[in-house]
Nanobody, 122 residues
Framework: QVQLVESGGGSVQAGGSLRLSCAAS?????MGWFRQAPGKEREGVAA???????SYADSVKGRFTISKDNAKNTLYLQMNSLKPEDTAMYYC???????????????????WGQGTQVTVSS
C-alpha cells in the first residue's frame, strides 16, 4: 500500500508560479501528476521514472518541471508561467508496476492522492 498526500495548491494570477508536493509513504518505479478541470476528463501532466527519466504533456512542456527528493520520498511539480487553462484539481499518482510505460498519462496508476486545487485567474 502506497499513501500519497499532496499539498501546495492555491490561487494565483496568470504568469505566476506554484510548487506542488506529493509526500509518498514509499517511492515507486513510476510516479506522476494528473489534473482534472471541471467538465473535462482527467489528463496526464508529467511523469518521473525512478531512474530520473521525465515526461511532460505538450501543454506544460517548458513551463512545468517534475522532480523528486529521494530522502523525503517526495515528488514535486514546479509550475511556472501559469495560465488560466491550468486551472484544475491536481492529483499525484503512483504506479509500482510500470517501467517502460512511465510517461505522462501513464496507465495502471495503482495509487492516487486526494488532490490539490490549482486556480489561475486572468
Amino acid at each position: 500500500q502506497v499513501q500519497l498526500v499532496e499539498s501546495g495548491g492555491g490561487s494565483v494570477q496568470a504568469g505566476g508560479s506554484l510548487r506542488l508536493s506529493c509526500a509518498a509513504s514509499v517511492y515507486t518505479n513510476c510516479m506522476g501528476w494528473f489534473r482534472q478541470a471541471p467538465g473535462k476528463e482527467r489528463e496526464g501532466v508529467a511523469a518521473l521514472r525512478s531512474d530520473g527519466i521525465a515526461s511532460y504533456a505538450d501543454s506544460v512542456k517548458g513551463r512545468f518541471t517534475i522532480s523528486k527528493d529521494n530522502a523525503k520520498n517526495t515528488l514535486y511539480l514546479q509550475m511556472n508561467s501559469l495560465k488560466p487553462e491550468d486551472t484544475a484539481m491536481y492529483y499525484c499518482a503512483a504506479a509500482p508496476r510500470v517501467w517502460n510505460g512511465c510517461q505522462y498519462g501513464f496507465k495502471f496508476p495503482d495509487y492516487w492522492g486526494q488532490g490539490t486545487q490549482v486556480t489561475v485567474s486572468s
